[in-house]
Nanobody, 122 residues
Framework: QVQLVESGGGLVQSGGSLRLSCAAS????????MAWFRQAPGKEREFVAA????????YYADFVKGRFTISRDNAKNAAFLQMNSLKPEDTGVYYCAASPLPATTYAKYDSWGQGTQVTVSS
């Protein structure tokens, strides 16, 4: 059974930083693209960042480029999202997801975590 467990969310002031972690089990982690999505209240879930299984390729939504960094540790079955210069509009539930294919679209991801809340105050 695939499990993705996010941690590291919380309340932070505008301009602050958080580091999200995703612990994975039950899948061939090193053969999956890992991604982060987020969902703000009343809005659809949106892509934030993804990293290929080989760590060679990373993909970012335009609204986080230069502020967020995705990484992974295949030896520890873990993925991370370092978030700097946070803005109130970054508030939402952040989800870790896994896909057997390189992808940035929601439909390509078949494994999801429960999410971790990130709240950025102004």
């Amino acid at each position: 059974q695939v499990q993705l467990v996010e941690s590291g969310g919380g309340l932070v002031q505008s301009g602050g930083s958080l580091r999200l972690s995703c612990a994975a089990s039950g899948l061939a982690f090193s053969r999956h693209t890992m991604a982060w999505f987020r969902q703000a209240p009343g809005k659809e879930r949106e892509f934030v960042a993804a990293i290929s299984w080989s760590v060679v390729s990373t993909y970012y939504a335009d609204f986080v480029k230069g502020r967020f960094t995705i990484s992974r540790d295949n030896a520890k079955n873990a993925a991370f999202l370092q978030m700097n210069s946070l803005k109130p509009e970054d508030t939402g539930v952040y989800y870790c997801a896994a896909s057997p294919l390189p992808a940035t679209t929601y439909a390509k991801y078949d494994s999801w975590g429960q999410g971790t809340q990130v709240t950025v105050s102004s």
